[in-house]
């Protein structure tokens, strides 16, 4: 299976991509409103057009680049959309003592019905935290479930500010998840533990710097702590990105698939190629091309399949290739 475009400009800072699921792409300048649109090409002659879109997601952020709103539209037809409320401590360490103030209330509150929330928030309660409340304003839903939280994420944070625990709730505050994330002496993310509401892992991913060939290593493990995929971003000097490898393994570690990714100056795909497991020649190969806003940002990618015959190279023309349109609304 062929895998969907991984965005090929400067990496993220580490200890940000700890926060990837709150966090909007780090576009420059700041980006109010991201809308990205996977198209369905339509072939007029020898020329592919991007033709109608077949899936739409938009993303709404903040100026300090969390997420406000996410939505998905079937065509133009909104399908999902999701809003998110920050609170900051002294809100959250309300949400808290609203639960504390309930139990004394109630005569008939037992150590049974308490929720995973009131464990949290006693365990953590000489200790400072934060609070993001998601909300469904899907369509389908109607306007009750947009007034209340489908998920509660309690974040905790070290000395130095940086996320290192995300418990999620999920609406009748029972526990969901809990992420937990480490770094090094410098604060970048070293590695980051998603664990089910029993503590049993469900992945871990490691980050590690290798000096020498200026390359950053992203290593994915499963329940089992079976190495699952690794992915080696070579940089240039200026830190851009030069070269991505990304290699699937089996439950056995041994490798599925791999593909290789070659930037331009500007750290944007030019040319990818996939192989099966340990094959010398690439299966697949695939070149990119971009149309850009005055901004600096793509707003239309085109990724085509190359035909490989008799020793040349040749566009497979037959072949629709992948339209991806971006619309950027900027602060």
Same mark, same amino acid.
């Given at each position: 299976?062929?895998?969907?475009?991984?965005?090929?400009?400067?990496?993220?800072?580490?200890?940000?991509?700890a926060?990837? =699921?709150?966090?909007?792409?780090?576009?420059? /300048?700041?980006?109010?409103?991201?809308?990205?649109?996977?198209?369905?090409?339509?072939?007029?002659?020898?020329?592919?057009? /991007?033709?109608?879109a077949?899936?739409?997601?938009? &993303?709404?952020?903040?100026?300090?680049?969390?997420k406000?709103?996410?939505?998905?539209?079937?065509?133009?037809?909104? &399908?999902?959309? +999701?809003?998110?409320?920050?609170?900051?401590? !002294?809100?959250a360490?309300?949400?808290? @003592? *609203?639960?504390?103030?309930?139990? *004394?209330?109630?005569?008939?509150f037992?150590? !049974?019905?308490?929720?995973?929330?009131?464990?949290?928030?006693?365990?953590?309660?000489?200790?400072?935290?934060?609070?993001? #409340?998601?909300?469904?304003?899907?369509?389908?839903?109607?306007?009750?479930?947009?007034?209340?939280?489908?998920?509660?994420?309690?974040?905790? #944070?070290?000395?130095?500010?940086?996320?290192?625990?995300? +418990?999620?709730?999920?609406?009748?505050?029972?526990?969901?998840? &809990?992420?937990?994330?480490?770094?090094? *002496?410098?604060?970048?993310?070293?590695?980051?533990?998603? $664990? @089910?509401?029993?503590?049993?892992?469900l992945?871990?991913?490691t980050?590690?710097?290798?000096?020498?060939?200026?390359?950053?290593?992203?290593?994915?493990?499963?329940?089992n702590?079976?190495?699952?995929?690794?992915?080696?971003?070579?940089?240039?000097?200026?830190?851009?990105?030069?070269r991505?490898?990304?290699t699937?393994? =089996?439950?056995?570690?041994? /490798?599925?698939?791999?593909?290789?990714?070659?930037? =331009?100056?500007?750290?944007?795909?030019?040319?990818?190629?996939?192989?099966d497991?340990?094959a010398?020649?690439?299966?697949?190969?695939f070149?990119?091309? +971009?149309?850009?806003?005055?901004?600096? $940002?793509?707003?239309?990618?085109?990724?085509?399949?190359?035909?490989?015959?008799?020793?040349r190279?040749?566009?497979?023309?037959?072949?629709?290739?992948?339209?991806?349109?971006? @619309?950027?609304?900027?602060?």
């Amino acid at each position: 299976m062929l895998r969907l475009f991984t965005v090929c400009l400067l990496l993220l800072p580490a200890a940000l991509r700890a926060q990837t =699921d709150l966090r909007c792409p780090d576009f420059r /300048p700041k980006a109010r409103t991201v809308t990205t649109s996977r198209m369905q090409p339509l072939r007029r002659g020898k020329v592919w057009l /991007p033709g109608t879109a077949t899936s739409v997601t938009s &993303v709404s952020c903040d100026m300090y680049g969390m997420k406000t709103e996410e939505a998905q539209y079937d065509g133009k037809n909104l &399908v999902l959309k +999701h809003s998110y409320v920050y609170k900051e401590k !002294e809100d959250a360490r309300a949400v808290c @003592d *609203k639960l504390k103030s309930q139990e *004394k209330l109630t005569s008939t509150f037992s150590e !049974e019905a308490t929720s995973s929330l009131d464990e949290f928030c006693r365990r953590n309660k000489k200790k400072d935290y934060t609070a993001v #409340f998601v909300y469904d304003a899907s369509p389908s839903q109607g306007a009750e479930s947009a007034r209340k939280p489908v998920r509660q994420i309690f974040r905790l #944070f070290n000395a130095r500010g940086f996320v290192t625990e995300e +418990h999620a709730f999920d609406p009748v505050m029972n526990l969901e998840s &809990v992420s937990l994330y480490a770094y090094d *002496k410098s604060n970048n993310l070293t590695e980051l533990t998603a $664990n @089910d509401s029993e503590g049993r892992q469900l992945k871990r991913e490691t980050y590690t710097w290798d000096k020498p060939t200026m390359s950053r290593i992203k290593s994915v493990y499963g329940e089992n702590n079976e190495l699952r995929a690794r992915t080696v971003y070579a940089q240039r000097e200026d830190g851009t990105l030069r070269r991505e490898l990304l290699t699937s393994y =089996d439950s056995g570690e041994q /490798p599925l698939t791999k593909t290789e990714i070659y930037c =331009d100056a500007k750290g944007f795909p030019q040319t990818e190629l996939v192989y099966d497991a340990d094959a010398a020649e690439p299966r697949y190969e695939f070149t990119y091309e +971009h149309k850009f806003d005055a901004k600096g $940002n793509w707003t239309e990618q085109r990724k085509s399949r190359v035909i490989v015959y008799n020793g040349r190279r040749m566009a497979g023309s037959q072949y629709a290739p992948e339209v991806t349109l971006r @619309d950027f609304m900027y602060y």
